[in-house]
């Protein structure tokens, strides 16, 4: 059972860093994607945010799925049609194609998004202690290679299947190798469509009843993806427009950004592990809006990269540990949870960053930095909803569930 679970978890880590280095793929090269196709200004936020609302329909569609399919099996399928789209965008010859592959692929991320994070909560589960912090550092990391490649085919002038087509061909086959040895949950939706009372009550019967007590994390995961969005949409920006950085400075906040964030997710577990859930969200909170509020007042360039800095060592760990509160809240139905609560993250994304340009436009951009930093605050007021629920064993605290967790998608 031991080697089951490591297993499983090396290939689900293996998954969220190829999911990491394909988005990466495709978001910092979207200049270079509007230039290949010829989509207007007027014409690119509608593609960009078609790809989020897609996500988020993939995403429920999801939650319908693995009520007869296994997420394991979603989740092996769902990844190789993410890499095969980016291809897409890149290889295209038109419109139709670009908007068909980006399409595509913003349903398939909502699938692959969502299955991973089921795959890594009942891991979470079985290993009795925090993990799902180091499955979204390995994102992170994913996301720092992705955008190191996507940096080498500007500089190098590459066309961009040139730079994607390498990338698809090396993951494409280990990402479904390593599928082999995913490790699924026993089926827990089918026990709570069954109307079986959960371990903390009865949350896990009625739809309805799901959703409220759902919504505290839903409201956290919408505003800590509000959070990485302005970062990633307008760190650039602001440090060159407002702070008067220089144009190639202004491209160092998001990659010190992805580093800290990397560095506080592989920390993160050791610090829920031993002071708590609810204390790291807390600390995480306080962070990234002392970071907001360093970004909205800073005289210079450095100071602004240091407020981003601090953004993304407390930003960092909300959205893993909010998948987690999720699965221990719902033990009888966290499939469902995970699915509802991912679409949440297409939200923020979708929200974050025209709500911030909007009220740069309208009022100035440092005031608009206020906005996620009191967004990022009102986590404090939630991260009670983060504390361990209570259990069939007592004491509160996460237990192995081997049982729960002893099928692997292979047979094991």
């Excluded at 979204?136 to 994913?142: D, F, I, K, P, Q």
């Excluded at 903390?200 to 799901?210: I, K, S």
């Amino acid at each position: 059972m031991t080697e089951v679970l490591r297993r499983g978890r090396a290939s689900l880590a293996l998954s969220f860093f190829a999911q990491g280095v394909a988005f990466a793929l495709l978001v910092t090269r979207i200049p270079a994607i509007q230039d290949r196709y010829g989509v207007s200004d007027a014409l690119l936020p509608v593609f960009l945010a078609a790809v989020p609302i897609l996500a988020g329909v993939g995403s429920v569609a999801t939650e319908r799925l693995v009520k007869r399919i296994p997420p394991s099996r979603l989740l092996r399928w769902s990844q190789p049609v993410v890499l095969l789209a980016l291809l897409g965008v890149g290889a295209g010859d038109g419109l139709a194609v670009l908007g068909f592959a980006l399409a595509l692929f913003g349903l398939a991320v909502g699938a692959l998004d969502a299955s991973m994070n089921m795959l890594g909560v009942s891991l979470q589960r079985a290993y009795g202690r925090s993990i799902m912090l180091s499955f979204h550092a390995v994102y992170s990391l994913g996301g720092i290679l992705g955008a190191s490649l996507a940096w080498a085919g500007a500089h190098w002038h590459l066309a961009l299947w040139v730079s994607y087509l390498p990338v698809v061909l090396v993951l494409l086959p280990v990402v479904l190798v390593g599928s082999r040895w995913y490790v699924d949950g026993k089926g827990d939706e089918a026990e709570a469509e069954g109307g079986a009372a959960s371990e903390t009550g009865e949350v896990g019967r009625g739809q309805g009843v799901v959703f409220k007590a759902l919504l505290p994390l839903c409201l956290v995961m919408t505003f800590a993806y509000i959070g990485d969005s302005t970062v990633s949409n307008w760190s650039a920006k602001y440090l060159q427009d407002v702070l008067g950085s220089s144009e190639q400075l202004a491209t160092v906040p998001y990659n010190v950004y992805m580093v800290t964030t990397l560095i506080g997710r592989a920390l993160g577990d050791l610090g829920v592990r031993r002071f708590g859930a609810v204390a790291v969200v807390r600390l995480g909170a306080l962070v990234a809006a002392a970071g907001f509020a360093v970004v909205a007042v800073a005289p210079g360039a450095w100071a602004g990269m240091g407020g981003f800095t601090l953004v993304g060592l407390g930003l960092c760990v909300l959205v893993p540990q909010t998948f987690a509160a999720a699965g221990r809240l719902f033990p009888g139905a966290s499939d469902a949870a995970v699915a509802r609560l991912n679409v949440f993250n297409y939200v923020g994304f979708l929200v974050g960053s025209p709500l911030v340009g909007a009220l740069g436009d309208a009022w100035s951009y440092r005031g608009a930095m206020a906005v996620p930093m009191v967004l990022v605050l009102v986590t404090f007021v939630y991260a009670r909803s983060f504390a361990p629920q209570p259990d069939r064993y007592g004491g509160g605290h996460e237990r192995p569930r081997t049982a729960d967790v002893g099928r692997g998608s292979n047979g094991v």
